[in-house]
T-cell receptor, first 112, second 113 residues
Framework: QKEVEQDPGPLSVPEGAIVSLNCTYS??????FMWYRQYSRKGPELLMY????GNKEDGRFTAQVDKSSKYISLFIRDSQPSDSATYLC????????????FGTGTRLLVSP | DTEVTQTPKHLVMGMTNKKSLKCEQH?????MYWYKQKAKKPPELMFV???????INESVPSRFSPECPNSSLLNLHLHALQPEDSALYLC????????????FGSGTRLTVV
């Protein structure tokens, strides 16, 4: 079992839809949870950063963490074609050499 | 300045060549990282420089060698690479190694022929 599980997609939605992206994890040592957006052939860009269970909102983006279920989500409201990218969840914990562990990424396609 | 700058953006090299990738940040971050990313895969950590101390992923072959001339610069020296080393090489930095969101550069697309 991988430490972080994420559906690779692709996830195709029409413009304006609400998008839900999810990750599950198995290691209780993870303390911080992040979502990165990566456009093709570019580096990942940090979108959201959370610590505690609950919701955090930033514009059209809402990050949700449920530590008891080991489950995190990213919601995108009013999705735009410019949101088309790969979304990587990432989790940080004092877990050895690679403290920041990434999911495999979900490819999102928003059609006009 | 809130960026991590990587050069070159693209590099094609033969298996007998020696080349270097460069990474620079001026955010006062004290930890810098090299990642390797293959297509449709998550980034894999290769090296960490944190407070002038190098940590190595033991699975990375010796044909990759990092160098940190100062706290703002991180180089990755490449020698005798193999075609399977072709990938996107990403540099990142963070204020500290403990937590903090990592800021990534745009990467160097490396092709080994």
């Amino acid at each position: 079992q991988k430490e972080v599980e994420q559906d690779p997609g692709p996830l195709s939605v029409p413009e304006g839809a609400i998008v839900s992206l999810n990750c599950t994890y198995s290691n209780s040592a993870f303390q911080y949870f992040m979502w990165y957006r990566q456009y093709s052939r570019k580096g990942p860009e940090l979108l959201m950063y959370t610590y505690s269970s609950g919701n955090k909102e930033d514009g059209r983006f809402t990050a949700q963490v449920d530590k008891s279920s080991k489950y995190i989500s990213l919601f995108i409201r009013d999705s735009q074609p410019s949101d088309s990218a790969t979304y990587l969840c990432a989790m940080w914990g004092n877990t050895g050499f690679q403290k920041l562990v990434f999911g495999t990424g979900t490819r999102l396609l928003v059609s006009p | 300045d809130t960026e991590v700058t990587q050069t070159p953006k693209h590099l094609v090299m033969g298996m007998t060549n020696k080349k270097s990738l460069k990474c620079e940040q001026h955010m006062g971050h004290r930890a810098m990282y090299w990642y390797k990313q293959k297509a449709k895969k998550p980034p894999e950590l290769m090296f960490v420089y944190s407070y002038e101390k190098l940590s190595i992923n033991e699975s990375v072959p010796s044909r990759f060698s990092p160098e940190c001339p100062n706290s703002s610069l991180l180089n990755l020296h490449l020698h005798a690479l193999q075609p399977e080393d072709s990938a996107l090489y990403l540099c990142a930095s963070s204020l500290r190694e403990e937590v903090d969101g990592y800021t990534f550069g745009s990467g160097t697309r490396l092709t080994v022929v």
